[in-house]
């Protein structure tokens, strides 16, 4: 099987690099921006054409969550236009698409974990343009699986946990929301599922939706305590609510996911949230 990964140098496509090492009767192809303009629909064709994968991984997305609110024209071509090029091209090509989506298609105004099922409802242009590329995907009828992740981090990249650490080094205390309730999510472990859903594709007729992040439940608040407490770092944490820290850009205040899914479906046991974020501590310690 060949499996084209789109996004290459961000924090998933760099993961799920690692991981292909695991599946060596199968050829990955890794692309980034300098490889593929996935915003230029000849260049997606022409790609898919020379290529001939048999999966494409779509990991690209347009990620600025507040610069989104001012750039939507840059976050619609990247988040929903390129989506449908590449679902098109899936579909004319017979190639099985796995695309990544957001806890933002949400308004976090539920209070149970929220099933792949539920309605959408973004308050964000981030989720709105993310949400546009789900319904482009699904209007292409190409055969395939979106993926819905909340909170990811990785030793790669920027992220939660690496600005944390930078700045329990340079400060001694800290002021994070306490009042948005989610999952942190390791790519990692994304990565594996994802890969899990590529190897047994087969058993996707059509298309499905599913939903991942680590298990248990936590505030940002709680993400960045255990996060302060694992990196023996002094600083202290002070719980505040989002009023009282602003940004362009609402989030959902409740992004919990119900994994039952993609558990059931491909066998995949989920980790816990601080097991896994313990384990990306330890890869970046032995990185510095």
Same mark, same amino acid.
């Given at each position: 099987?060949?499996?084209?990964?789109? $996004?290459?140098? $961000?924090?998933?496509?760099?993961?799920?690099?690692?991981?292909?090492?695991?599946?060596?009767?199968?050829?990955?192809?890794?692309?980034?921006?300098?490889?593929?303009?996935?915003?230029?629909?000849?260049?997606?064709?022409?790609?898919?054409?020379?290529?001939?994968?048999?999966?494409?991984?779509?990991?690209?997305?347009?990620?600025?969550?507040?610069?989104?609110?001012?750039?939507?024209?840059?976050?619609?071509?990247?988040?929903?236009?390129?989506?449908?090029?590449?679902?098109?091209?899936?579909?004319?090509?017979?190639?099985?698409?796995?695309?990544?989506?957001?806890?933002?298609?949400?308004? $976090?105004?539920?209070?149970?974990?929220?099933?792949?099922?539920?309605?959408?409802?973004?308050?964000?242009?981030?989720?709105?343009?993310?949400?546009?590329?789900?319904?482009?995907?699904?209007?292409?009828?190409?055969? $395939?699986?979106?993926?819905?992740?909340?909170?990811?981090?990785?030793?790669?990249?920027?992220?939660?946990?690496?600005?944390?650490?930078?700045?329990?080094?340079?400060?001694?205390?800290?002021?994070?929301?306490?009042?948005?309730?989610?999952?942190?999510?390791?790519?990692?472990?994304?990565?594996?599922?994802?890969?899990?859903?590529?190897?047994?594709?087969?058993?996707?007729?059509?298309?499905?939706?599913?939903?991942?992040?680590?298990?248990?439940?936590?505030?940002?608040?709680?993400?960045?305590?255990?996060?302060?407490?694992?990196?023996?770092?002094?600083?202290?944490?002070?719980?505040?609510?989002?009023?009282?820290?602003?940004?362009?850009?609402?989030?959902?205040?409740?992004?919990?996911?119900?994994?039952?899914?993609?558990?059931?479906?491909?066998?995949?046991?989920?980790?816990?949230?601080?097991?896994?974020?313990?384990?990306?501590?330890?890869?970046?310690?032995?990185?510095?």
């Amino acid at each position: 099987m060949k499996i084209a990964v789109l $996004g290459a140098h $961000g924090q998933l496509g760099r993961k799920i690099n690692d991981l292909s090492a695991l599946y060596k009767q199968h050829c990955f192809v890794f692309a980034d921006i300098d490889e593929l303009d996935i915003t230029k629909q000849e260049d997606v064709e022409q790609f898919v054409e020379v290529q001939q994968p048999d999966v494409i991984i779509n990991c690209a997305a347009y990620t600025a969550v507040d610069k989104a609110e001012t750039d939507y024209d840059m976050a619609k071509l990247l988040n929903a236009v390129a989506v449908g090029y590449l679902a098109n091209a899936a579909m004319q090509h017979n190639v099985f698409f796995v695309h990544v989506s957001t806890d933002y298609v949400f308004d $976090g105004t539920h209070c149970r974990p929220y099933l792949p099922t539920d309605s959408t409802n973004p308050v964000s242009v981030y989720g709105a343009t993310k949400l546009e590329g789900e319904k482009l995907f699904i209007a292409s009828q190409c055969r $395939g699986a979106i993926v819905r992740t909340s909170w990811l981090y990785s030793e790669y990249g920027n992220n939660f946990v690496k600005t944390m650490l930078r700045l329990g080094k340079e400060k001694t205390s800290l002021n994070v929301v306490c009042d948005q309730i989610g999952t942190p999510t390791y790519a990692g472990d994304l990565a594996s599922a994802i890969l899990q859903i590529t190897m047994n594709n087969q058993q996707i007729k059509q298309q499905e939706i599913f939903h991942f992040s680590n298990n248990g439940v936590a505030s940002w608040y709680d993400f960045a305590h255990t996060i302060m407490e694992m990196a023996a770092l002094p600083c202290q944490v002070m719980p505040i609510r989002s009023s009282e820290y602003p940004t362009p850009a609402q989030r959902p205040f409740y992004s919990v996911f119900d994994k039952v899914k993609i558990a059931q479906m491909f066998r995949i046991t989920i980790p816990y949230w601080k097991d896994s974020l313990k384990v990306c501590m330890e890869k970046l310690q032995m990185l510095s």
